[in-house]
């Protein structure tokens, strides 16, 4: 009776244990939230991919995101998309009037807005150029690109965590989120769609910090 109790008691402790380690102690219970908690405590370095495009004025992201010496807000979009790319255009417009606002009271910044298309293959820069047109963004606050490579867009998007999953008829199932960068090129948070507000507020809030 008693070994019967013992090991019901240490099959409660295992799972105890082992679900506290898969969840981080319980801070998180999903995979995505997993992902972003792991961000914050590990800032990920983006690899050296090759970046084309209108925005495009440096060779690869990580001295795209060095240029100004300041902090990046990107998200991963494809210029057909018309479900969660919307909401990500939407939030950025918004991002882009706030960081405008800024400047013009004398506050500058410090934080700039970087759309990266994941269909590389279909959206070019005259695509890319479209896009921004239609969201009314401004260069100087707002670049859009893509890599040109296949396999450089693949690894991008593993380091990154942004999940790509073709449906099948030319469209795309994707993850969305706010991503922001700090000057050393690093994916230091991930914010979810809806915390915008919150994405924004944190970059501010690291451009200010000393390097």
């Given amino acids: ?5 013992a090991f019901s008691v240490l099959v409660l402790l295992g799972g105890y ?3 506290a380690w898969l969840t981080h102690d319980f801070q998180v219970f999903t995979d995505e939230g997993a992902r972003r908690l792991e961000v914050a405590l590990h800032p990920v370095a983006v690899p050296a991919v090759a970046m084309q495009g209108p925005g495009a004025i440096a060779p690869t992201l990580p001295a795209l995101l060095a240029r100004d010496g300041g902090v990046t807000i990107a998200d991963f979009f494809y210029t057909r ?13 918004q991002m882009q009037a706030a960081l405008q606002a800024d400047a013009q009271a004398g506050r500058p910044p410090g934080v700039r807005l970087l759309s990266i298309s994941f269909d590389g293959g279909r959206d070019d820069a005259a695509a890319l150029q479209a896009y921004a047109h239609s969201l009314r963004a401004d260069p100087a606050w707002w670049r859009f690109v893509r890599t040109g490579d296949a396999a450089e867009q693949t690894e991008l998007l593993r380091r990154l965590g942004v999940v790509v999953i073709p449906d099948g008829r030319g469209d795309f199932e994707h993850n969305a989120a706010w991503l922001v960068f700090d000057a050393r090129g690093r994916m230091v948070r991930v ?6 507000q919150l ?8 451009a200010r910090e000393p390097r």
């Fill in 1 to 5: 009776m008693w070994r019967s109790a």
């Fill in 191 to 196: 914010f979810d769609l809806a915390q915008r």
């Fill in 17 to 19: 244990a082992a679900a």
């Fill in 81 to 93: 998309c018309a479900s969660v790319c919307r909401s990500l255009g939407s939030g950025m417009q």
């Fill in 199 to 206: 994405a924004l507020d944190y970059a501010r809030h690291l």
